[in-house]
Structure formats: structure tokens, C-alpha cells
């Protein structure tokens, strides 16, 4: 790996990348979409790599956060707090995100 490689100087790959599928999903251009998925994938497993050779974090670990972020996030669904209707939903997944937030602070 170049020893200069940053997760910073990707961050702005991962913006022009996620903008291109945000394009091609609005033209509703399957091939483009997943060309521009492909490309998203990449960069986010070549920056996950990254943090693994710099000891900051791993695959699974990336991995373990979003499964505890999903699980709380969507337990009106997922849990016992079973919403009702979408509007509902939307404020059981409003609540759950502010608590995370609250809890890192």
C-alpha cells in the first residue's frame, strides 16, 4: 500500500462516486447503478483496508457497528416496539438516532 494514502484523500472519491450513483438512480439507469455500486464498494473496501494496515479498525469490526446501529435503529421493526404505520416508523427511527447521539456525547 502508498504510504500516503489516507482515509481523507478517498473521502473525496467516495463523495464523487456516491454522487454518480445518486445521478444514475435519478435516471433510474440500472447498468449505471450498478457500475457506480461497484465503484462505492471499492473504495469503501480499499478504505477499510486502509484502517486495517494502520490498526485503526477491521472489516469486522466496521461490520459489528452497523449490525448494533441497524438493530437499534430499526427495532420497530426488528424489536418489540412494532410501528404501526410509516409515520410511526419514522419517528420509533428519529428517537433511536437521537438517543445514539445522545449516547456519544
Avoid at 462505492?40 to 469486522?60: K, V
Amino acid at each position: 500500500m502508498v504510504k500516503d494514502q489516507t482515509s481523507l484523500k478517498f473521502s473525496k472519491y467516495l463523495l464523487e462516486e456516491a454522487h454518480e450513483l445518486q445521478q444514475a438512480i435519478q435516471k433510474n439507469d440500472q447498468k449505471a447503478i450498478e457500475e457506480e455500486l461497484g465503484d462505492c464498494l471499492w473504495i469503501l473496501a480499499f478504505m477499510i483496508n486502509l484502517g486495517e494496515e494502520q490498526n485503526r479498525y477491521t472489516l469486522e469490526s466496521v461490520l459489528d457497528k452497523i449490525e448494533k446501529k441497524i438493530l437499534h435503529r430499526h427495532q420497530y421493526t426488528l424489536g418489540g416496539n412494532k410501528a404501526k404505520d410509516p409515520d410511526e416508523a419514522m419517528r420509533y427511527y428519529q428517537q433511536y438516532k437521537e438517543e445514539e447521539k445522545n449516547m456519544k456525547r
